[in-house]
């Protein structure tokens, strides 16, 4: 609209850029808390995406869809802090490749 | 209603057999044996009542109402499928022969089986149960249904009650009949959905889908998917591989119960649907069904040379002798198709008679190689004499049912193709060769001295008994066989016509 | 919203009211078999909200879509919750373990499955996954002890989250794309879309497809599933496996038939490739795996690859054979695993030993109705005759002809001939002739067991009412 | 009479049935009593035919029920009796009964003795259906059912593996021939619809024109199997092996009736050779051509028995070339002849082995002429017959033969040459056995004489030796007769002296030893020669290695089912698949989400191929 306006393409190239970081991030950190920490960078793209196009076709939804992307998020991320304390106390170690008792 | 209480009769029997063990032992082998002489009398008393039944009266293919019983209940109808069962020559003789075999395997579980007697006699009452199912269905799914079900119990048998290797045979047996069947699973739908497309009508019924219109190459591929399914049954070339396994491993009653029915029902399917519904293409596809059947025939009988397990041997022999049947199927004349029902029957008596032999042997020295056997004959004269009688029936002697079953099938071969004719022939030449070798090394030769103070006992007048049914029945085939011709005369004449089409070539005798 | 939409709420909004009952108990009164009465209750009134909201058949909102095929998937998971809730009573962890949050879970996670099968919109799609996702990795780690659940739910909260930044990513584009989302939005508008930017649309339902692939474990998003199932207390793994991957094929189906996104072939083209994939994958890791969770793991993969066929028949054939063969195949495919996991449940309860094939050698003969329920439920898996996984293969086979995807078909021929090998393998280990201790469940489970059982048998063998209720659905 | 004759073969029927069933419940002389009573009562009725048919003429064709009945295949069980069959049923029933009286004694300390008259009896009820048969595939059962009598017997001792070998050598040998038969059987059926012999015939010369194609190639088949049945060449090689059965089998089966089935069925389907002169001049070359190497190797031979079995070889070779220059008749009366001065050849070389501790190498013999004066007289006539010296029953026979054969146009001067040869070199050997067991020395000490059961059958024996060749084979409506032209007088008396220079030679090296032999026989070629010879010609050697072997080689070759290679291949393939995902799970979470990411791009991509766009 008025102000800055930046063509949605551009916004969805970085919210892709961002979405790929995270799964970059998920794939060569072993530490649990950085993973979590990539999760959200992966959920924050796609918000991103969200608001932006919202923005474009100048619709709430975008930014609704945000907020509960930010619930979700919050969430999934207080079960897994949770869960990671738990890994710490069972496993001794927050290295995800050494969690797994279970293959085959 | 007759058939479905056939049915029924030994789905109860077999439930009865399991809660006889409680009271005794003993009970359930004569419970099962009593269910089966009862489902067997009940079938006799209701055809003697039937005034069509001394004069069989010509079936026209696709017109239930000139069968000889017909019962269509619903089903699903949601799909067109019925409980549809109908009962014409062919069936009622395959039909018969698996409730004698049915008895005669229950005489050889008498003393085989030792531990979970009331299960076993339930799992062979239900396997029967499903073996009736198959040759009286007449509705497509019901009969795929019987198909696949009548293997549980079969798979049990083999997989609780087997000898060593008992796990991998039934494993096998299982998943070759499966796998195939899921083929033919495929081809039943792809069938009905083409007749669907062409009437607008679900229907699963053989009457309605016997004159389904459909393009060839549909036609070939649906057909093939059939064929396959029954060939493994069969077992024809190169799908053979499952039954030296699954027989050798099986207990005596599961052998008798294998070769003597089972195998039958490929061979029934291939009767029943295999050709009729799709005639042109079954029959364009006659020359390599028939290269198969030859095949079968001499590879069959070549591998069955090369083993020193005695069930083994048997198997391949059946092997080579089913090759006879696809090759008779496939000829699709008059000659050969009685020669093939012929050979169904005989063969079902020759060989479940050997296969009771071996396990009698089996009982008695806890092996079955050939190599630990040698002069048998010494001990126990008896059993040699009827083993003999059944090696002689096996190799085709005139005189017992297997020559005309297998004259026959040549006879109407060689109207159709003179060089296979010779090769299925040789087949006479290299079935004796085994079977004189299987005589020779078990009952013949060098007395073992290993068995000299074994106290092996010769057969008992249980099991003469058993033998004299078999041995009178193939008797009687191979020098009057005339009702079992009689019977399926009609019906094949029927299909005959059914198929009869200008657009098939009969290859000329040639000159 | 009116008076009569919230009547076509009743199973969302009783279970919700369950849900807060049960947290009003746990901090009044700490009892874990109240709890239960009052999630077994809650249930069951949530099965009487369901029948009940028949009558009030509508859209609720734009997000919501109550229609007799979702309340019946409804009942459905109702149904399969209350036979977790019967096998969790006494199976888990017995031994101080308090289990009233358990519960809860169990009640928040059905509740978010319901969400998610009646969803007709983005945003409810995500509440209720998330709803169902996140009650469901508590309730995977919730036992106290042991390294298995643990590592279970971890590995299933970050894949899953992942999967779910994947789907969301994915509507933002369809979003993008649309400006649309709800489904009968997208479907109005996704042709115009596609003709301006056909890459960001369809790299949009891609994406989704992959989150809703993972969560439905199809091959390669499958990984996860034996070792959650794995690690899973039995009961949390046959609820994954029935409620939660039923809710969301459900929403899958609905989103691509409102959506309308059959009609694109590379998207066709990319579900033929998950199901291929799946089929073969699923059963070739199952060929040899001796736990039996981890079996049922791996064929559940296949089994969804099956299932697949059926929507990608979807281009072929009217939706009215495709929805009934997606709800019969359901229905069996729930039932089959409910009873294999009840099983396995009071068998081999919580200990992972006990788990392995090899310990249910000889269950035939000191556990007979655990060793024939369990048996039939393989012999369902494997598609044979007579139980509800052959009339259901029946389905997919029908509808797979009538689209003529043979080749499908054959790879699904593929799949099940190896498949039954190792359904074949548990049975004949079963049959073993070997001694055992002849220790028996509870009359609850033994007559849920049984229940089952026979539920497998009917559908299979006299298919007719229940053929002709789903077709009036 | 004429609506019993099915009579006659189920009396040893039924015997032998009886004797299997409850032969060990019976006394030895009960069990001998039945035995020999059956074939008794059958030759006795046979003999009664005989006479009704002297006086009639009267053809019998009975038919008891249709065996099978398809698409017009109706071949019943029904017979057909005429002069043929006569002397047939005469020769089996005749000898048959005399050589069961001789076992009586001869099997006496047998364990195993009602089994020995079961298979015996079979047989004999097996040979009359054969001969009876008024169909060829009755024809067939009854062939097929005298082999599986011969394997029985032959392998009768089967406690000893060379017996059981040599048994189902037999058997084998002789279905290769069956099947080509049967084969034949086929081709006849579908050519001509039927297969009752008379209908055939009338039927094929409506059909075909003599020198077809389709008679000769039907014709060749069933020579085939004549050849298989009546050990020529090249499917001659199981008579001598059958000699392991018990000595009367060898005089019943392998010498007097079951061997000669294959000239019988020539003779009865003579009107199909009509059509087909090449197969008949096949047949003459096969008779021939056997005849001379069976009659070297017989030369060669020290088993009493084995010379016997190759001279049988070397007659019957005989009667095919009567067949195949269409002496019929002498054929069929030199079949008669052969079967009263072979059966009382190996009926006395069975009572030397039974008196000699079964020693069976005849230069372990010597002088026995003394000691067991009623077998020398046997052995003497038998021999003479053989040998064909002037005035036995073998010479009447064999001269016609020779006669006739000279007459063919073209290759018959050469045929009558090599039988002649073949004349010379049977008395050669038979007088060298006689020479050899019954004069010189004695090497074993016999521990006893033939007793009455034995003494008496020989006797017969010899007089129907002796006087056969005046007997009148009522065969005359049977075939078609010949010019009566005779050739030139030189010829028959060469005929008549060659075998009695043959004697001589005999009498020369091994009675009188004024011929010495030895520097021959040592030298090289000489040895090898005798070796080869003795050999049989080293046809065994040759099957040995062109069929056996090989066989058994592919049955080992197969034996671990190679077809089942290909499951395995699938299986394996299954489990690599297993292997390399199993390997994939490897419990890493980051390697999942790496799977993950891959199905993205991978799905991704598919569904941006946009190629193909809406549907």
New interface residues.
């Given amino acids: 609209m008025d102000g800055l306006n930046i063509p949605?393409n551009h916004i969805?190239l970085v919210?892709?850029l961002l979405?790929s970081i995270?799964?970059l991030g998920?794939?060569?950190?072993?530490n649990?808390i950085f993973?979590?920490m990539s999760?959200e960078v992966?959920?924050n793209?796609?918000?991103l995406?969200?608001v932006?196009?919202?923005a474009?076709?100048g619709?709430p939804?975008?930014q609704?869809?945000f907020m509960?992307?930010l619930t979700?998020a919050a969430?999934?991320v207080a079960?897994?802090l949770g869960?990671?304390l738990?890994?710490q106390k069972?496993?001794k170690t927050l290295d995800?490749?050494r969690?797994?008792?279970?293959?085959? | 209603m007759v058939m479905v209480n056939l049915i029924v009769i030994l789905l109860i029997g077999g439930l009865l057999a399991i809660l006889s063990e409680r009271i005794s032992d003993t009970m359930p082998r004569k419970v099962a044996m009593a269910v089966v002489l009862a489902d067997l009398l009940y079938l006799l008393i209701c055809l003697s009542g039937m005034p069509e039944i001394t004069q069989l009266q010509a079936p026209v293919a696709n017109d239930p109402s000139t069968w000889l019983m017909h019962f269509k209940a619903d089903w699903i109808p949601a799909f067109g499928i019925s409980i549809e069962l109908a009962l014409d020559g062919i069936s009622l003789l395959m039909v018969l022969l698996t409730l004698v075999l049915g008895a005669i395997a229950i005489s050889a579980s008498w003393t085989d089986i030792v531990v979970r007697k009331g299960f076993f006699e339930a799992n062979l009452l239900w396997s029967l149960a499903g073996v009736l199912g198959v040759f009286m269905a007449l509705d497509l799914m019901l009969f795929f249904l019987f198909w696949e079900v009548m293997l549980i119990p079969m798979y049990f048998m083999i997989a609780i009650w087997g000898h060593e290797n008992r796990g991998y045979a039934a494993m096998k047996f299982f998943i070759f009949t499966q796998a195939s069947g899921l083929l033919m699973l495929i081809s039943i739908l792809a069938l009905v959905a083409v007749n669907h497309s062409g009437t607008g009508i679900w229907t699963f019924s053989y009457f309605d889908l016997l004159n389904t219109e459909m393009a060839e190459r549909t036609a070939h591929w649906i057909m093939l998917g059939f064929f396959i399914a029954f060939v493994v049954k069969l077992p024809g070339f190169p799908f053979h591989t499952w039954l030296p396994d699954a027989h050798t491993q099986a207990p005596t009653a599961g052998s008798v119960i294998l070769a003597g029915i089972l195998l039958k029902t490929g061979a029934y399917g291939l009767i029943r649907f295999a050709v009729p519904l799709f005639p042109e293409a079954a029959l364009n596809f006659s020359y390599p069904a028939m290269l198969l059947g030859a095949a079968g025939v001499v590879y069959g009988a070549v591998l069955a040379f090369g083993q020193t397990d005695f069930k083994r041997l048997i198997a391949y022999s059946s092997v080579s002798h089913m090759g006879f049947v696809l090759l008779g199927i496939y000829a699709w004349n008059e000659l050969a198709l009685q020669g093939a029902v012929m050979q169904m029957v005989a063969h079902g008596f020759s060989t479940a008679a050997l296969f009771m032999i071996a396990g009698s042997l089996q009982e008695r020295l806890h092996t079955r190689d050939m190599r630990e056997m040698s002069g048998l004959w010494q001990q126990m004269p008896r059993m040699g004499a009827v083993a003999m009688f059944f090696v002689v029936a096996s190799l085709g002697l005139p005189g017992l049912g297997n020559f005309v079953a297998e004259f026959l099938v040549l006879l109407g071969l060689f109207q159709i193709n003179v060089w296979i004719t010779v090769v299925a022939a040789t087949g006479l030449i290299t079935g004796a060769a085994y079977s004189l070798l299987l005589m020779q090394r078990s009952f013949q030769g060098e007395v073992n001295k290993k068995w000299a103070n074994y106290g092996l006992i010769d057969f008992g007048s249980r099991e003469m008994l058993t033998m004299a049914v078999m041995m009178i029945a193939l008797i009687v085939l191979g020098i009057y066989p005339q009702p079992v011709l009689d019977a399926a005369q009609p019906v094949l004449q029927s299909l005959l016509e059914l198929t009869a089409s200008p657009t098939v070539d009969v290859v000329e005798v040639a000159q | 919203m009116n008076a009569t939409m919230f009547s076509s709420l009743a199973p969302i909004l009783i279970l919700s009211l369950t849900s807060i009952v049960l947290m009003i108990q746990a901090s009044v009164k700490r009892d874990q078999s109240v709890a239960w009465v009052i999630t077994a209750v809650g249930f069951a009134l949530t099965l009487w909200g369901a029948s009940y909201a028949r009558d009030f058949t509508q859209p609720v909102t734009i997000l919501l879509q109550v229609d007799h095929w979702s309340l019946f998937f409804t009942s459905l998971i109702t149904l399969a919750s209350l036979v977790i809730l019967v096998l969790s009573r006494d199976t888990f962890s017995p031994e101080g373990e308090r289990k009233e949050e358990y519960y809860l879970l169990l009640v928040l996670s059905v509740l978010g499955a319901v969400v998610l099968i009646q969803s007709s919109h983005m945003v409810s799609l995500l509440l209720g996954m998330e709803l169902m996702g996140v009650a469901l990795y508590a309730m995977i780690a919730f036992p106290e002890r042991g390294q298995l659940p643990l590592e279970g739910a971890i590995k299933y909260l970050v894949l899953s989250a992942c999967a779910s930044a994947m789907l969301l990513y994915g509507f933002a584009l369809i979003y993008a794309a649309t400006g649309e989302l709800s489904y009968a939005g997208i479907g109005a508008k996704a042709a115009a879309a596609f003709a301006v930017n056909p890459m960001l649309i369809m790299a949009g339902s891609a994406m989704v497809l992959a989150g809703i692939g993972f969560k439905l474990s199809l091959a390669p998003f499958h990984m996860w599933t034996p070792d959650v199932y794995q690690g899973a207390p039995t009961p949390v793994t046959g609820f994954l496996a029935t409620v939660s991957k039923g809710a969301v094929f459900i929403a899958l189906s609905r989103f691509y038939m409102d959506g309308a996104l059959y009609q694109y072939s590379g998207l066709n083209t990319a579900l033929v490739v998950l199901a291929v994939a799946s089929m073969l994958v699923g059963n070739w890791l199952a060929l040899r795996q001796e736990n039996i969770k981890r079996l049922l793991a791996y064929s559940s993969i296949a089994h969804f690859g099956y299932l697949l066929v059926v929507l990608i028949a979807l281009a072929h054939l009217d939706a009215g054979l495709i929805s009934q063969s997606i709800t019969f195949y359901l229905t069996a495919y729930t039932v089959t695993t409910l009873t294999a996991f009840a099983v396995v449940s009071t068998v081999a309860g919580e200990d992972p030993a006990k788990q392995d094939i090899s310990a249910f050698e000889g269950l035939f003969w000191h556990r007979p109705l655990e060793a024939s329920a369990l048996t039939v439920a393989m012999l369902s898996l494997a598609g044979i005759p007579l139980t509800a996984g052959f009339m259901a293969k029946f389905f997919v086979i029908t509808v797979g002809i009538q689209s003529d995807l043979w080749g499908l078909l054959a790879v699904l021929v593929v799949g099940s001939a190896v498949g039954i090998y190792y359904y074949l393998r548990v049975i004949f280990a079963m049959s073993k002739s070997i001694e055992g201790d002849g220790q028996s469940a509870n009359h609850l489970e033994k007559l849920l067991v049984l229940a089952l059982l026979a539920s497998i048998l009917v559908l299979g063998s006299w298919p007719q009412p229940f053929i002709v209720y789903v077709g009036g659905l | 009479m004429s609506e019993t004759i099915w009579i006659i073969p189920l009396i040893p029927l039924l015997s032998s049935v009886t004797l299997m069933l409850f032969g060990s419940r019976f006394k030895v002389s009960q069990i001998g009593a039945l035995g020999v009573g059956s074939v008794g009562m059958a030759a006795l009725l046979t003999l009664l035919l005989a006479a009704e048919f002297m006086q009639n003429q009267q053809v019998i064709q009975l038919s008891l029920w249709t065996w099978m009945e398809v698409a017009g295949f109706a071949p019943g069980i029904s017979f057909y009796f005429d002069g043929l069959t006569l002397v047939m049923m005469s020769v089996i029933t005749g000898v048959g009964f005399l050589i069961h009286l001789f076992s009586t004694e001869f099997m006496e300390k047998d364990p195993s003795y009602a089994r020995y008259f079961a298979y015996l009896n079979m047989f004999v009820a097996a040979m009359l259906v054969l001969v009876m048969a008024d169909n060829l595939l009755l024809l067939y059962l009854g062939w097929e059912g005298v082999g599986v009598c011969s394997y029985l017997l032959v392998g009768f001792w089967y406690q000893h593996n060379a017996n059981g070998h040599a048994a189902r050598k037999a058997f084998m040998v002789t279905r290769i021939g069956d099947t080509a038969m049967a084969l034949g059987l086929l081709l006849l059926f579908t050519e001509l619809g039927t297969l009752d012999i008379q209908t055939m015939v009338g039927e094929a010369n409506q059909t075909w024109q003599v020198g077809d194609t389709v008679p000769l190639v039907a014709c060749l088949l069933l020579v085939c199997g004549a050849v298989g049945k009546s050990a020529q060449l090249p499917l001659h090689t199981w008579l001598p092996d059958a000699m392991a059965g018990p000595t009367p089998v060898s005089a019943l089966i392998h010498a007097a009736t079951m061997v000669t089935a294959g000239v019988y069925l020539i003779a009865r389907t003579h009107g199909l050779f009509l059509l087909a002169p090449t197969a008949m001049t096949v047949v003459a070359v096969i008779g021939i051509t056997t005849s001379l190497m069976a009659a070297f190797t017989a030369l060669m031979q020290t088993d009493i028995k084995r010379i016997l079995a190759y001279s049988t070889i070397s007659q019957i070779g005989y009667m095919f070339l009567a067949l195949g220059v269409g002496a019929w008749s002498a054929g069929i009366f030199h079949l008669m002849t052969h079967a009263f001065f072979k059966a009382l050849l190996f009926l006395g070389s069975g009572a030397i082995i039974h008196c000699l501790h079964h020693e069976h190498n005849i230069f372990k013999m010597g002088g026995l002429r003394t000691r067991m004066p009623v077998t020398f007289w046997s052995f003497m006539i038998g021999s003479a017959a053989l040998a064909a010296l002037p005035m036995t029953s073998g010479f009447f026979s064999k001269d016609q033969i020779l006669l006739q054969a000279y007459q063919l146009p073209d290759i018959g001067p050469g045929l009558w040459m090599a039988g002649l040869l073949g004349a010379l070199l049977t008395a050669i050997y038979s007088f060298r056995l006689v020479f050899v067991v019954f004069f010189g020395k004695a090497n074993t000490e016999p521990d006893k004489d033939t007793g009455w059961r034995m003494a008496v059958p020989l006797s017969v024996l010899c007089f129907l030796a002796m006087v056969g060749g005046w007997f009148m084979i009522p065969v005359t409506e049977v075939f078609p007769v010949g010019d009566g032209s005779h050739p030139a007088h030189w010829v028959e008396y060469v005929s008549i002296s060659v075998p009695i220079f043959g004697v001589l030679i005999a009498y020369l090296i091994f009675y009188s030893g004024r011929l010495k032999i030895d520097g021959l026989a040592n030298s090289g070629l000489g040895k090898s020669l005798g070796q080869f010879w003795l050999s049989g010609w080293g046809i065994d050697w040759l099957y040995d290695r062109l069929f056996v072997r090989p066989y058994y080689g592919l049955a080992n070759l197969l034996k671990g089912e190679p077809v089942d290679a290909i499951y395995g291949l699938i299986v394996a393939l299954n489990q690599t698949f297993n292997h390399w995902l199993s390997v994939a799970q490897s419990g890493r979470m980051r390697w999942y989400l790496a799977s993950m990411v891959a199905g993205l791009i991978l799905v991704i991509t598919l569904a941006a191929n946009l190629s193909e766009g809406v549907l």
């Fill in positions: 949605l969805l919210s892709s979405f995270g799964m998920l794939m060569i950190r072993r649990i993973i979590l999760l992966m959920l793209a796609a918000a995406a969200f932006a196009a919202g474009h076709w619709q939804d975008g609704v869809v509960l992307i979700v969430a999934e079960v897994g869960l990671v738990q890994v069972r496993f995800m490749d969690a797994n008792r279970m293959q085959g």
